[in-house]
């Protein structure tokens, strides 16, 4: 018995050694569920590709929405930086954009309850499947990152190549390796320098016979006149070393510049079509039943008549499948873990006429919940959810409402 | 052997046997003591240091040439006391700055390089070790820890930027990117992309220096050289109260918890 056990001790460990141990996990759930439920709501994301070769380009592109229920608790986003979730320099950053200006720095004075579209264009660097997200860092909140894709990248890393040309016309062959042979040959000779040095002293005798020799009061014996030659004659070849290498970096790079730091900014895109108005009831997550449940009251106030088509919050998309236009609007290539199978089921489906009103009760019940650490909002100080909920007319035209408000837990279905 | 390593075993009262045992115990104690000092100055500069000296979009005019060397001379400063106190050894701020260069490539190249992926030019360190080595030198030619603080200190805080520049130089050419000027650093710093490390927490010339437009950087190493006069003079009164053993008395309990066999009648 005893054996066996081992036995299966052993071809365990072995079995879990020889596994791929690689973490691909790089935090997208690490964020507080009210942060990801009621700050930046990302939508309409795409990723050019899936699977690219080795300098190619993948281009991450959609909107995000800055919800009007920003916690009290969270920065507003008065400084913002976009960048992508990926783990470690995987993939190049070549570009990026908020509304079609360059994010290359960081973007101020974004507006809560406003919408803007974003770009990355990202190349491919090392060899692998790599999970890429776009990423909205907020100063004094953290990262907020957007879905996720897994991309694959193949080829042979030893051919990714980043040249740069300087307006002073210097050609550099690859950013990854540029200046790096440079300081490791002078760092190498001040090493040295300084391990003659210590070499110098290390080779007496060192540790208790001087202790003693201090002890008695004999320092002369300890530091002779000849160390104060090598001492003085190190410290000019030192200087001598240091003025002429900067007097000649001096004269070789003579148009230099300043690490380039600011701001920039952008106006928010135009509002997008509000065909309802929301008037939050209650919202409660059933516990056992791993189960968001929503009671609205929706107002028409557009001339079509609408159907609710989709429930979004924190990357999550909960699609109501009895309604063409909204399962249309998920590609196919959109990550199906994002995207809970038991979709958004609705009481009242049928469309709402102009100018109605109705009670509605919404159900996104899906382990989804749980998988994507969403819970613990209940154990928030500010126990509330938010989300996107966007609306189809007959002809398919979309629009976008806000919903937000407190979140109850419960056991058992109240609503 | 020469004649003065014989008159320091002769003083120390050194048998040949003994010197011979002694001889061992140096090279033991060299390298642990290598291990202690490397550890020590690494984790002191990672902790009030850290992110000025690991990128090199962060290597700006004002702050990494400020931080950088107050920062490292601290370590120096307390080695040296503590070699020099107790074993007239003019090495410990040499040994500080190398080691921890060392230190610093093989945690670039494995960490940095190797478990994350950030090429070498995006995480290439500065070194001290010019101003430390004159730290050294200072203190064998005055034999005065006050004099190596006004001299040894300024020029550890002068030094540091002239002497990086030789080789950081070539990361400060202008190109363009995407419509703007930027130097090749900010476009390694952009290029290689670190997802927790957004742009806007650079601390990139905050404040009222750039009224001093091309001599940024000399004030800042101006400035940098007259807090490091104070910051030697401060770690190197630490070393020196760090080579002073002082034991807290503890009564007949302690000692007997701790397994020492306390003889009755001598209470």
Redesign the interface.
Known sequence: MKKATLLVWAATTLLFSLMDQAAFA??ERATEPYIRTRTVHWYDVTWSTDALNVNDTVTVQGKFHLLNDWPDSVSLPN???L?????????????SYINEI?A???TKGLIVGRDYDFKLVMKA??VGQWHLHP?M?I?GAG?VVGPGEWITVSGNEADFK?P?????G?K?DD??????S??Q???FG??L???V??LW??R???????????K?G??D????PM??KV??A??VL?AIV??V??T???S??P???????G?LSTPPLPKPPHAVEIKFKRAEYDVPGRSMRLSVEMTNTSDQPVSVGEFTTANLRFINKSLPAAVAAVSSKFPKELVPRNGLVIDHPEPLAPGESRLVNLDTTDAAWEVERLVSFLSNVDSRMGGLLFFYDGKGNRSMSEVYGPIVPVFKKTI | M?D??Q???A????SPRI?RY??T??YL??VIAAFLVWSVTHIHFLLFAGDWDFFI?????QYWILITPIVSIMSAAAFQAIFWT??????GA??S??LF??GV?IVRYHAWEG????????V??A?G??G???L???L??S?SWVITAVFGGVIYGL?FF??N????????????????????????G???????T?????I??RGTLRTFGDS?NWVSAFFSAFVCMFAYSVFWLMGVVACTPKYIPVGYRFKELYGAKIDAGAL
Not at chain 1, 164 to 168: K, P
Not at chain 1, 175 to 180: A, E, K, N, P, S
């Open positions: 790089h935090g400084l913002v930086f960048s992508n979730g990926s783990p470690g320099a995987v993939m190049t950053r070549v570009e360059p290359r720095q960081s660097r090392k990423v860092n100063h990262a980043d740069l040309t300087t307006l002073t210097n550099i950013l990854q390796t540029f200046g790096v440079r300081v040959m002078w760092q001040f090493g320098i300084a391990a040095w210590i002293w290390l007496r005798p060192l540790i208790i016979s001087r202790w003693l020799v201090v008695k004999r320092e014996l300890l530091i002779t160390d104060d001492a003085a190190l410290l030192l240091v003025l290498g900067y000649r970096t001096t070789e790079f148009e230099l510049v300043p690490l380039q730091s701001s | 020469t003065n390593d008159a320091i075993l003083a120390a009262e050194m010197a002694s001889r115990f140096d104690i060299v979009d962060w290597k700006d005019r107790l074993f007239r050894l003019p090495i040499t040994a700055a190398l260069l060392i490539w478990m994350a992926y950030f090429p070498l030019s995006l290439v360190p070194t070790l010019v430390a080595m004159a050294d030198f200072i064998v030619l034999r030094s002239p002497t520049w030789i080789y950081l130089a070539p990361y400060f050419q202008p190109a363009e990117h995407m419509g703007e000027m930027a130097s090749v650093a900010d476009i390694i952009y290029v290689f992309p670190r997802s927790g957004p742009e806007y927490i650079r990139i010339e940024a």
